[in-house]
C-alpha cells in the first residue's frame, strides 16, 4: 500500500454504545493537525471520560446533544458545550454525555492551532469557546455542511478541505519560537528554559510572553506536561518501575513525580495505573 494511503486510511472502532471514526490529516497538514475524529453515541446511557493534561488543541463541531464538561472538576449543569474551540489546559478535563452525542473533532497541535484560528492562544486557555466566537459565520457554515453529510469520510473531507483553505493566507510561526518548542519537544520537556531564552538572546520574560502568544502556556507549562506524557507512557509498560520513570523523565524525585500526576491527571500514578 503507498504511503500516502496508509496514512489516509480510516480507523473504525464501535464499542457497545458508540462508534468512533479517526483519520490521519493529509500530509499538508503535518505539525497542523494531528487527527480527525468521528464520534457518535448509539444508545442511552451516562458516558463519563478524564482526558489528562496534554498538547491537544481540540475544535469539536457538534450536531446533536451537547458535552458536560468540567476543567480539574466534575461538570456543572451550567458546563454544557456543543460546537466549540478548547485551549490548552494544564490538568484534567472531565467530560459527561448522556448517549446523544455526535461530533467531529480537529485535533491541532498548539502551533498549528495559533495559524489556524488566527488569534493568540491565550484568548483560548483554561477555557471552552464557542463556534462562532472563534470561526464566524464560516464556522457555523461548516457546521451545518457537516450535519448534512453523508458519512463520516464525506465530514472528514469537508473538514480538511476546510483547515486547509483557512490555512492558505496564515501567518507563518515565528522561526525562534519553532524552534524553542521543538526543542522542549525533541528534549521531552527537559531542555532548561533559561538555556533557551540565552540562545535566542532573548529574557525569560520576553520568551514566556511570546509562548503565551504561540501556544497559550508559558515554556516552563509546556515542558511539565510534555514531561508527565512521557512518564505516562512509560507507565504502561509492564515492568515499569516509578523511581526509574522519575530519573528517566527528568523529576527531582518519586516524590515530584507524585505531585505533577496531582495536578496534571488530578490523581496519583498508582491510581492512575490502576483504574
Partial sequence: MPMEMQRRKEQDRSIGRFEMRRRLPDPVLDGIVSD??????????????????SLTVPLVISFAEPFAIGLGKAPGDND??????????????????????CCVQVNFTPLGAR?????????????MVVLDDVLGAEGMALREQLGNASDWT?????AEAFVAARLANAVETPLEIAWAYDRIITSDGRTRI???????????????????????????????????????????????????????CGYA???????????LAGETPTALIGR
Fill in 80 to 101: 454544557r458545550f456543543a460546537s466549540f474551540a478548547a485551549g490548552l489546559f494544564a490538568g484534567p478535563v472531565m467530560i459527561e454525555s448522556f448517549g446523544a452525542a
Fill in 253 to 263: 524525585d518519586q516524590a515530584h513525580l507524585v505531585r505533577e500526576f496531582r495536578v
Fill in 194 to 248: 533559561a538555556s533557551i531564552a540565552e540562545r535566542l538572546g532573548w529574557s525569560r520574560k520576553h520568551l514566556a510572553e511570546k509562548f503565551m502568544d504561540a501556544t497559550g502556556i508559558g515554556p516552563k507549562t509546556l515542558s511539565r506536561i510534555v514531561r508527565f506524557n512521557r512518564a505516562l507512557g512509560l507507565s504502561r509498560e509492564p515492568t515499569a518501575d516509578w523511581a526509574d520513570i522519575a530519573a528517566d
Fill in 115 to 127: 495559524r489556524f484560528f488566527r488569534l493568540p492562544m491565550s484568548e483560548l486557555t483554561d477555557s
Fill in 154 to 158: 464525506a465530514r472528514f473531507d469537508l
Fill in 36 to 53: 480527525i475524529c468521528g464520534y457518535r453515541e448509539t444508545a442511552p446511557g451516562h458516558v463519563r471520560n478524564v482526558e489528562y493534561a
